[in-house]
């Protein structure tokens, strides 16, 4: 919910950090509700950082997406946009997320 509404730290807040501590050659990731891909956008633009690939992911492949996961950095360029489900039509997890996070679950 602090993510989604921006309560505690903003997205020109959190950009600004990035930016001061970002090396140069250096690649920053976020995860971010769906909603906010704009504004994250815009906000890094505002501080000389680009998105260079974007993972919308959808709780189900029957569901939009809830999250994204970005990857940036300081040089610009184009974005890569692909999407990845947690969840498949028969309520199993899809190779995607399994092979994205399995060294972190102990039951995938």
Known sequence: NVAHHSAALTLAELFALVARVLAPGGTFFLLLPATRLKDAAEAGIAHSLFIHK??????SVLHDPFRVM????????????TEMAVWDAQQEYTPEFTGLLKEYYLYL
């Not at 974007?54 to 709780?59: A, L, S, Y």
Request: zero cysteines; a positive charge; glycine letters at 16%.
């Open 54 to 59: 974007v993972i919308h992911v959808r709780q």
């Open 70 to 81: 970005i990857r940036g950095g300081r040089m610009p360029g184009d974005t890569e946009t």
